[in-house]
């Protein structure tokens, strides 16, 4: 376990929750201005166009706005993992077994990098990672590519977008356990 006096100055909540989701944040941006843009073609397409060109602008309208929802779900199930984390390396010190958890997914590996740079341990994780051969540029979470069905399923929604609440244990900017 870690002590206090071995962590490097700590970041305001703010910036632990914008390098979590920065990535995310990149897309979030892409899908409010798709949004708008399908909107306005949408607009011109309801009074000029036949039904099939409405319905194909509607249609991306939809899928750029609930897209803007499924994101924003998105950086907030990533920083419930990456609060877990930083208590799990905090107690436990870097395992391989965590890191593995966290690996098929580059937004979930953000959170596990978010948190093992704001402890001092940033090092050890990129190392795993580079051992396993993963390379920065390995966006496609694994489990996208291995089940083609995973939209239909239920670890997809909840391990996405629904992660739940997590209450860290430790408060690491004022340096004192917050929970037994």
Known sequence: MMHYSDLPKQPTVFM??????????????????????YYTKFLEAYTEETILIIAFWLWSLMFSFIHIFLVTMDVWSRFQNYKRVKDHLFQHGFTPKIAEHYRGSKCQRMALIAAAKELGMETEIKQYYYELGVKWYHFIPQFMVQDPWFPFKKYFWSRTFLEKYYEPKFDFRNAKKLTA
């Not at 632990?16 to 708008?36: D, H, R």
């Open 16 to 37: 632990s929750y914008w390098n979590v989701g920065k990535l995310l944040y990149g897309a979030l941006f892409l899908f409010i201005l798709e949004t708008v843009f």
